[in-house]
Nanobody, 118 residues
């Protein structure tokens, strides 16, 4: 049975960087679209970036363009989210899932907490 696990979350000051990892076991992550979502307290879950199985196809939410980068390491069966120049508004629980639309995902993780605060 397949599983996904996010890692790499934590606390960082504004302007800092974090790199989240989305590792899969039991299935090949590259066969799927992979989306990074986030949910801040009191807000709905939102898609912030997605990568298609053809790596050249990526999409980003406007508020993270130029700051966040999604990438994958096929050999490690892992998708990454590099987050630079973090802002307090980026504070949220970050999830990865095997779709660009949450309701279509077959697999998703428990999330990684990111806190951006001085």
């Amino acid at each position: 049975q397949g599983q996904i696990e996010e890692s790499g979350g934590g606390w960082v000051q504004p302007g800092g960087s974090l790199k989240l990892s989305c590792g899969a076991t039991g299935f090949i992550l590259d066969y799927y679209q992979v989306g990074w979502f986030r949910q801040a307290p009191g807000k709905e879950r939102e898609l912030i970036t997605c990568i298609w199985s053809i790596e050249e196809d990526k999409s980003y939410k406007d508020s993270v363009k130029g700051r966040f980068t999604i990438s994958k390491d096929i050999a490690k069966n892992t998708v990454y989210l590099q987050m630079n120049n973090l802002e307090p508004e980026d504070t949220a629980l970050y999830y990865c899932a095997t779709a660009c639309l949450w309701t279509q995902a077959l697999y998703w993780g428990r999330g990684a907490q990111v806190i951006v605060s001085s």
